[in-house]
């Protein structure tokens, strides 16, 4: 199947810094890209879904000046956690498709400690 | 590593039952779900079942766990057009945070 690849796959950062999470479609064009982000033990949850070229559709509830999506081009997207704090922490795991009616492949997720 | 296993396809028509499956390799596991993604959208969570749970029942949804054979199924009562999407059958390995999902099932109801 499709490969995609999430960088990177964990990350310790400061409070109040910035971390930036990549999500790379290796063989095929993604048109779309969808973020979750998943709490132990619970399953995912849906943050934002990005389409190339477009701004990006974030959920009810979650804070878009806080989670910076761009999905400048057809094999990259990037959530960047804006002044992240401990409560921050988490699973965070992209997937991508290349488009309606195809199959979404999923990244290997990032475990971002905020401490 | 778990390793999730579904079928590529389902065909069924409007009316019918439609019944997709998944088999998973880790005994330990303990959280499994059905996620349901409509074209263009992101996964939605359909239902979850616990590992120490046979059955659970919503509305028109039914999952079936057999743990001995590590199956799981998901069933749904009076196929609409609008069920027509691709399920995603995901299993949570005990001290794994992330799931395992499976390829997913595209489900194509024809009328």
């Known amino acids: 199947g499709a490969v995609v690849s999430q960088h990177p796959s964990w990350v310790i950062c400061k409070s109040g810094t910035s971390v930036k999470i990549e999500c790379r479609s290796l063989d095929f064009q993604a048109t779309t890209m969808f973020w979750y982000r998943q709490f132990p033990k619970q399953s995912l949850m849906l943050m934002a879904t990005?389409?190339?070229?477009?701004?990006?559709?974030?959920e009810q509830g979650v804070e878009k000046d806080k989670f910076l999506i761009n999905h400048a081009s057809l094999t990259l997207s990037t959530l960047t956690v804006t002044s992240a704090h401990p409560e921050d922490s988490s699973f965070y795991i992209c997937?991508?498709?290349?488009?309606?009616?195809?199959?979404?492949?999923f990244g290997q997720g990032t475990r971002l400690t905020v401490v | 590593g778990e390793d999730v296993e579904q079928s590529l396809f389902l065909s069924v028509r409007e009316g019918d039952s439609s019944v997709i499956n998944c088999t998973y390799t880790?005994?330990?596991?303990?959280?499994l779900y059905w996620y349901k993604q409509e074209p263009g959208a992101g996964l939605q969570l359909l239902t979850y079942i616990f590992s120490n749970m046979d059955m659970k029942q919503d509305q028109r949804l039914t999952v079936l766990l057999n743990k001995k054979d590590k199956h799981l199924s998901l069933r749904i009562a009076d196929t609409q057009t609008g069920d027509s999407a691709i399920y995603f059958c995901a299993v949570l390995s005990g001290g794994s945070y992330i799931p395992t999902f499976g390829r997913g099932t595209s489900l194509i109801v024809h009328p």
């Open positions: 880790d005994s330990s596991s303990t959280y």
């Open positions: 990005s389409n190339e070229g477009s701004k990006a559709t974030y």
């Open positions: 997937s991508a498709s290349a488009g309606p009616n195809t199959e979404a492949f």
